[in-house]
């Protein structure tokens, strides 16, 4: 039975992997390797390693997905304020 859940986790893990790899929007990309956190922590509770999911559950799942949407957001408010593409010119006056 445990060899079944872990084959299950892999092929989750192997799918998850795929849609991210395959995605180019960068929001959708996050949730994916979020989905793909959660997919790693599932194969490491099947794996017998608690201590390793709990570590993916926190950073995979959660930290790095909102790391990336908050850097997302950022670029695209500073990209769509109107200065321009250059931001090296952007802060002297001409």
Known sequence: ????????ALLLVAGAATAAVL???PV?????????GL???????????PDVALSQLAVGSAVTPLMILLTVRKVRRRSGNGRGG?????????
Do not use: K, Y
């Open 86 to 94: 250059d931001e090296t010119t952007a802060g002297r006056e001409r």
């Open 1 to 8: 039975m445990t060899e079944v859940l872990i084959v299950v």
């Open 23 to 25: 995605n180019r929007d």
């Open 39 to 49: 997919a790693l922590a599932l194969l490491f509770t099947f794996l017998q390693a």
């Open 28 to 36: 959708r990309q996050a949730l994916v390797l979020s989905f793909l």
